[in-house]
């Protein structure tokens, strides 16, 4: 195991110099000039719209060493980064670790949210359609998870945005109103439950509970997200961008933390159902591979209990895609969405890396590839790692060797 994680180690500085020089290169060779956009863009708005002359694009294309050839630029890039020095951004005229510093909290935040979401979802679903594979329920998961997946997010972003969003907005007591038939029915049929074969404690989760309690958390973020305006009555919609309201200071801790999550409840809503969907899938598919090995029906005929079977010796070998999925989880932290930060304005890493390709900033471009492709070998290794927990058949001495 240390010969092979050393090996590992020493390939991450090697993989890095290739993906760098290629992202480097390809960032350079692609269609349009950096010295027209920033230099361009500072004259109009200095000399009333007058185009900048050849002598001022020259200038600027030598003080950044754009006018050498591309290996001579990126010797000199890496050797700034050998020095700790991300170089410094064209469009923003600041060093590129504080512009990435700024932007990196929010998104680093709102993904974290997501994948625990995503992962407490996503995994007990997977178990359970796999444990009661082509009944009414799994049928039911099915189709619903398949709709999810495929509706694009920006078009979830724009409906949400048209629905939840607009003035004027119920008022919160329509949900209430909404949801008591809901709860009159699911209290009607679990008593009813046990003449048709249902167990009453898991439609009372399932049918009642699950829901009342997404219900009241909903009504206590919209509370919560507007009572920074108290001269306005308390509606149930949320707000259009992400930007906090300027009287949050005057909030306590635990109202404050609401009031963020009020804000940022559409965005993560429309990062969480794809993924969702999508491993919920794979986890269904690899646990219904393990339960057909010849282990678990070894397991069945022991006597040991279902549960037991299902938990402890068929979902340990079903992670193991789970976990391939895992090692992209550290890029995707930094990564942020583009689409979805534009649409709800976070001015998040996603965000940041479209505005720097369309300004040209090659720092900044470059700066983001280093830092997601480091992630992405260091998430990689860690999954390889983990594979050996989950599964201690998995050696790595005998490939080493």
Same mark, same amino acid.
């Given at each position: 195991?240390?010969?092979?994680?050393?090996?590992?180690?020493?390939?991450?500085?090697?993989?890095?110099?290739?993906?760098?020089?290629?992202?480097?290169?390809?960032? +350079?060779?692609?269609?349009? *000039?950096?010295?027209? $956009?920033? $230099?361009?863009?500072?004259?109009?708005?200095?000399?009333?719209?007058k185009?900048?002359?050849?002598?001022?694009?020259?200038?600027?294309? +030598?003080?950044?060493?754009?006018? /050498?050839?591309?290996?001579?630029?990126?010797?000199? %890039?890496?050797?700034?980064?050998?020095?700790?020095?991300?170089d410094d951004?064209?469009?923003?005229?600041?060093?590129?670790?504080?512009?990435?510093?700024?932007?990196?909290?929010?998104?680093?935040?709102?993904?974290?949210?997501?994948?625990?979401?995503?992962?407490?979802?996503?995994?007990?679903?997977?178990?359970y359609?796999?444990?009661?594979?082509?009944?009414?329920?799994?049928?039911?998961?099915? =189709?619903t998870?398949?709709?999810?997946?495929?509706?694009? &997010?920006? %078009?979830?972003?724009?409906?949400?945005?048209?629905?939840?969003? /607009?003035?004027?907005?119920? &008022?919160?007591?329509?949900? !209430?109103?909404?949801?008591l038939?809901?709860?009159?029915?699911?209290?009607?049929?679990?008593?009813?439950?046990?003449?048709?074969? %249902?167990?009453?404690?898991?439609?009372? $989760?399932?049918?009642?509970?699950?829901?009342?309690?997404?219900?009241?958390?909903?009504?206590?973020?919209?509370?919560? !997200?507007?009572?920074?305006?108290?001269?306005?009555?308390?509606?149930?919609?949320?707000?259009?961008?992400?930007?906090e309201?300027?009287e949050? *200071?005057?909030?306590?801790t635990? =109202?404050?933390?609401?009031?963020?999550?009020?804000?940022?409840?559409?965005?993560?809503?429309?990062?969480?159902?794809?993924?969702?969907?999508?491993? &919920?899938?794979?986890?269904?598919?690899?646990?219904?591979?393990?339960?057909?090995?010849?282990?678990?029906?070894?397991?069945?005929?022991?006597?040991?209990?279902?549960s037991?079977?299902?938990?402890?010796?068929?979902l340990?070998?079903?992670l193991?895609?789970?976990?391939?999925?895992?090692?992209?989880?550290?890029?995707?932290?930094?990564?942020? &969405?583009?689409?979805?930060?534009?649409?709800?304005?976070?001015?998040?890493?996603?965000?940041?890396? #479209?505005?720097?390709?369309?300004n040209?900033? #090659?720092?900044?471009?470059?700066?983001?590839?280093?830092?997601?492709?480091?992630?992405?070998?260091?998430?990689?290794?860690?999954?390889?790692?983990?594979?050996?927990?989950?599964?201690?058949?998995?050696?790595? *001495?005998?490939?080493?060797?």
């Open positions: 195991m240390r010969s092979y994680i050393l090996k590992r180690l020493l390939l991450i500085p090697i993989n890095l110099l290739g993906i760098t020089f290629i992202a480097f290169g390809v960032m +350079r060779l692609a269609p349009g *000039d950096p010295a027209a $956009v920033i $230099v361009g863009s500072g004259v109009s708005g200095q000399m009333g719209g185009t900048p002359t050849r002598e001022a694009l020259e200038k600027w294309r +030598r003080d950044h060493l754009l006018d /050498r050839p591309v290996p001579v630029q990126y010797v000199h %890039w890496l050797g700034k980064l050998c020095r700790g020095d991300l951004s064209y469009f923003f005229k600041r060093p590129v670790l504080d512009v990435i510093l700024e932007r990196v909290l929010v998104t680093i935040c709102i993904n974290v949210v997501v994948f625990i979401l995503i992962y407490l979802m996503a995994i007990p679903i997977g178990i359609s796999a444990w009661r594979p082509y009944t009414v329920a799994d049928h039911t998961l099915t =189709v998870l398949f709709v999810l997946y495929s509706m694009p &997010s920006f %078009w979830t972003a724009t409906m949400l945005l048209l629905g939840v969003c /607009r003035e004027p907005a119920p &008022s919160l007591m329509w949900l !209430g109103f909404l949801f038939p809901y709860l009159l029915i699911a209290i009607y049929a679990m008593d009813a439950a046990p003449t048709r074969g %249902w167990k009453t404690g898991s439609f009372l $989760v399932v049918g009642v509970l699950l829901p009342a309690i997404f219900v009241s958390l909903l009504v206590l973020l919209c509370w919560a !997200g507007q009572q920074a305006m108290p001269d306005r009555p308390v509606q149930l919609r949320f707000p259009i961008g992400a930007s309201s300027h949050i *200071d005057a909030l306590s635990i =109202v404050m933390i609401l009031h963020r999550g009020w804000h940022y409840t559409l965005p993560v809503f429309c990062l969480v159902y794809g993924g969702f969907a999508f491993l &919920s899938r794979q986890m269904r598919a690899g646990m219904m591979e393990c339960v057909r090995q010849d282990y678990i029906r070894t397991a069945r005929a022991k006597g040991l209990p279902e037991r079977v299902i938990l402890k010796h068929a340990r070998n079903s193991i895609p789970i976990i391939t999925l895992l090692g992209t989880l550290l890029p995707a932290l930094l990564g942020g &969405s583009v689409i979805i930060e534009a649409i709800f304005g976070i001015r998040g890493m996603g965000l940041l890396i #479209y505005e720097a390709i369309i040209r900033d #090659y720092p900044i471009v470059t700066a983001e590839v280093f830092v997601a492709a480091v992630l992405t070998l260091v998430g990689l290794l860690i999954s390889d790692l983990l594979y050996v927990l989950v599964n201690p058949t998995i050696s790595y *001495d005998k490939a080493a060797s």
